[in-house]
T-cell receptor, first 111, second 117 residues
Framework: LAKTTQPISMDSYEGQEVNITCSHN???????ITWYQQFPSQGPRFIIQ???TKVTNEVASLFIPADRKSSTLSLPRVSLSDTAVYYC????????????FGKGTTLSVSS | GAVVSQHPSRVICKSGTSVKIECRSLDFQATTMFWYRQFPKQSLMLMATSNEGSKATYEQGVEKDKFLINHASLTLSTLTVTSAHPEDSSFYICSARDPGRGNSPLHFGNGTRLTVT
């Protein structure tokens, strides 16, 4: 399973764009990249998933370079409620395949 | 979207007793579910893989006789913490994918906070 490396923490202010980069140098050919958000005492919540290039949904964008050895989660115009831990996970999207969590990035948004 | 539900959300039990945690897939059938454990200020750690109709597979260092997993139906997996001790106090989270949807991500339950006194 591909190991991921993220910054331990990041600080931002309301209204700013936040970019969190994840390194996954040994990603396998069929691995997908998935980002989750976790609030205290809650289960991780799916944010976005991608395989290559750029993916965008209503809450975030995911940028994946051609070599796929890293990915960047972009959160536009963060608010206080975006304060959470963000996890980047890499692995197969098969029913029987678990994902291994790294340490995650604690994002703190201030007013 | 796919929903995974856990029950109870929190439980307090006395040392030496057993506690059962339920994990249900609400709108899909899951032949496989995963159980994670999370200690304060740490990341999630995979404990075991629950397989419908067969034995669970446990990660290294997880005692199978202490953490009993039963996956008796395609929508329900249970984790029983037997003879619980204070060091078993943790946040337990289950997850599953919807096999009927291509490239389905893992969906997580809201977790169960276990406190052993």
């Amino acid at each position: 399973l591909a190991k991921t490396t993220q910054p331990i923490s990041m600080d931002s202010y309301e209204g700013q764009e936040v970019n969190i980069t994840c390194s996954h140098n040994n990603i396998a050919t069929n691995d997908y990249i998935t980002w989750y958000q976790q609030f205290p005492s809650q289960g991780p919540r799916f944010i976005i998933q991608g395989y290559k290039t750029k993916v965008t949904n209503e809450v975030a964008s995911l940028f994946i370079p051609a070599d796929r050895k890293s990915s960047t989660l972009s959160l536009p115009r963060v608010s206080l409620s975006d304060t959470a831990v963000y996890y980047c996970l890499v692995g197969l999207n098969q029913a029987g395949t678990a994902l291994i969590f790294g340490k995650g990035t604690t994002l703190s948004v201030s007013s | 979207g796919a929903v995974v539900s856990q029950h109870p959300s929190r439980v307090i039990c006395k040392s030496g007793t057993s506690v059962k945690i339920e994990c249900r897939s609400l709108d899909f059938q899951a032949t496989t579910m995963f159980w994670y454990r999370q200690f304060p200020k740490q990341s999630l750690m995979l404990m075991a893989t629950s397989n419908e109709g067969s034995k669970a597979t446990y990660e290294q260092g997880v005692e199978k006789d202490k953490f009993l997993i039963n996956h008796a139906s395609l929508t329900l997996s249970t984790l029983t913490v037997t003879s619980a001790h204070p060091e078993d106090s943790s946040f337990y989270i289950c997850s599953a994918r919807d096999p009927g949807r291509g490239n389905s991500p893992l969906h997580f339950g809201n977790g169960t906070r276990l406190t052993v006194t």
